[in-house]
């Protein structure tokens, strides 16, 4: 049983920094991809960023340079660094995981394990 339970959020202001973590227990899936998505109420939900076993991140465009990813394995521990952030960064973060590596065309709806969120305000 994945669970996955984030921290870390809180209130900036822009410019400011953040980082969230993520505690995975009960995850022993050879190979996989973690991510954190967010999402404003009312919106869709948008991937942020992925980490995959082997190593390989992807960021969305529009963190890209402002954001970093890593994983801690003697930790079982996902980050996301934010830093220089934006008030349209303002959205819950949820720390999310998929069971193999990151297939092409990742969707938000397509991790299988999710956190319960935290909460990131940027003002």
């Known amino acids: 049983h994945v669970q996955l339970v984030e921290s870390g959020g809180g209130s900036v202001q822009a410019g400011g920094s953040l980082r969230l973590s993520c505690a995975a227990s009960?995850?022993?899936?050879?190979?996989?991809?973690m991510g954190w998505v967010r999402q404003v109420p009312g919106k869709e939900r948008v991937g942020v960023s992925t980490i995959e076993s082997y190593g390989r991140v992807t960021y969305l465009d529009s963190v890209n340079g402002r954001f970093t990813i890593s994983y801690d394995s003697a930790k079982n521990t996902l980050f996301l660094q934010m830093s220089s952030l934006k008030p349209e960064d303002t959205a819950m973060y949820y720390c999310?995981?998929?069971?193999?590596?990151?297939?092409?065309?990742?969707?938000?709806?397509?991790?299988?394990?999710w956190g319960q969120g935290t909460q990131v305000t940027v003002s």
């Open positions: 009960g995850h022993a899936y050879p190979s996989y991809c």
């Open positions: 999310a995981v998929f069971p193999f590596d990151c297939p092409n065309g990742l969707r938000p709806d397509d991790f299988k394990h």
